[in-house]
């Protein structure tokens, strides 16, 4: 399932940490970006080998963060804060915008497999509310235009921008931007 690069990235990534256990974090980031958002049960088993853990050490640390996807996921993940600051400064509006446009509530992939939409809590954005990330890339001070706007330049894209989902193995820190 994973390829022997990505095997390799998670034993580069163990070798970081006094105790190698504590990579597991990013194994499963390495695991989910080489599996194209998700990490499926094969992949599960794959990084508890390589890191000689039980699958059900995997599984268990995975589910329990909500940035590790079960399910296959659209090209596109938005992630709309519904934390408090983003609650009172339009959050809701957000996720209208995402039912309007892509015809999707939190949890659901749109059927064209473009967009899977997620509520999460705390974005650490609070100060430019309400946030969102689509491919874990930070939007901030978002109007409902603004996302309308943008959820139609991410339709007209052939090419899925360079993201947490699929850029080489480990997750770059993405610079902030606003929304237009
Ligand atoms: S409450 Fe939304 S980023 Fe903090």
Not at 18 to 23: E, G, K, L, V, Y
Not at 95 to 105: L, P
Not at 112 to 130: Q, R
Not at 135 to 158: D, W
């Amino acid at each position: 399932m994973l390829s022997e690069q990505a095997k390799q990235a998670i034993r580069d990534q163990m070798a970081r940490y006094p105790c190698s256990r504590s990579a597991l974090g990013a194994a499963l980031y390495i695991a989910q970006q080489e599996c194209g958002g998700h990490v499926p049960t094969p992949a599960i088993r794959d990084v508890a080998e390589v890191m000689g853990l039980e699958p059900a050490d995997v599984q268990s640390t995975m589910s329990f963060y909500v940035m590790y996807n079960k399910e296959p996921v659209g090209r596109y993940m938005v992630e709309i804060c519904h934390n408090v600051a983003c609650a009172v400064l339009g959050a809701r509006q957000l996720f209208e915008v995402m039912e309007h446009e892509c015809g999707i509530h939190a949890g659901e992939t749109s059927a064209d497999g473009l967009f899977t939409l997620k509520g999460v809590e705390c974005l650490a954005a609070c100060g430019g509310a309400p946030a969102l990330q689509i491919n874990g890339i930070y939007h901030e001070n978002v109007s409902p235009q603004q996302l309308t706007q943008l959820l139609g330049q991410l339709k007209a894209q052939s090419e899925t921008p360079a993201s947490i989902y699929n850029a080489t193995y480990l997750p770059e820190r993405t610079p902030r931007s606003g929304a237009g």
